[in-house]
């Protein structure tokens, strides 16, 4: 079975991730491929995997705002950090209200207050990621951290 056919068939079953790793190996086909409709579901997967943060931080709400800056700096310094993006409870509540403009009545009812402030990170290896969990885990005011693989 050739390369495509089984980065193709690893779509089909929804494993974006093996699916990469086997469209990686003949990258240099990719031009061949470009009018096939796995080609691009492939593409646009992969936009998602790259565009996502691979650690979010949710910060508990009496949480000051001295340490979520002090959090911040210190995951900003860490080896294997491209990003951190700051999201405040204002933000939060924005990114609330744009992905349910459909439903007016779940608009009405949530505000900003009851909304947690909390940090993307985007990291180069699974390492920095792990790091980052761990560290967040055991700080006193973030309420959860959740993270997957590093892309």
Same mark, same amino acid.
Do not use: C
């Given at each position: 079975?050739?390369?495509?056919?089984? /980065?193709?068939? %690893? %779509?089909?079953?929804?494993?974006?991730?093996?699916?990469?790793?086997?469209?990686?190996?003949?990258?240099?086909?990719?031009?061949?491929?470009?009018? +096939?409709? @796995?080609?691009?579901?492939?593409? +646009?997967?992969? /936009? /998602?995997?790259?565009? *996502?943060?691979?650690?979010?931080? @949710?910060?508990?709400?009496? *949480?000051?705002?001295?340490?979520?800056?002090?959090?911040?700096?210190?995951?900003?310094?860490?080896?294997?950090?491209?990003?951190?993006? @700051?999201?405040?409870?204002?933000?939060?509540?924005?990114? @609330?209200?744009?992905?349910?403009?459909?439903?007016?009545?779940?608009?009405?009812?949530?505000?900003?207050?009851?909304?947690?402030?909390?940090?993307?990170?985007?990291?180069?290896?699974?390492?920095?990621? +792990?790091?980052?969990?761990?560290?967040?885990?055991?700080?006193?005011?973030?309420?959860?951290? /959740?993270?997957?693989? +590093?892309?």
């Amino acid at each position: 079975m050739s390369t495509i056919t089984q /980065a193709e068939n %690893l %779509l089909a079953h929804n494993d974006p991730w093996r699916a990469l790793a086997e469209y990686d190996k003949v990258h240099q086909y990719w031009p061949l491929y470009q009018g +096939s409709d @796995y080609f691009n579901q492939y593409k +646009s997967q992969l /936009a /998602a995997l790259k565009s *996502a943060p691979n650690v979010i931080v @949710y910060f508990k709400a009496n *949480a000051s705002d001295q340490d979520i800056q002090s959090f911040i700096t210190k995951v900003r310094s860490m080896s294997g950090v491209k990003e951190v993006k @700051y999201i405040s409870k204002q933000d939060a509540l924005k990114i @609330y209200r744009d992905r349910n403009k459909n439903n007016p009545n779940l608009v009405k009812i949530v505000t900003a207050d009851i909304l947690p402030a909390s940090i993307e990170v985007h990291t180069e290896s699974d390492t920095a990621t +792990s790091t980052i969990l761990n560290l967040a885990r055991q700080q006193s005011f973030v309420e959860s951290a /959740a993270g997957g693989r +590093s892309f």
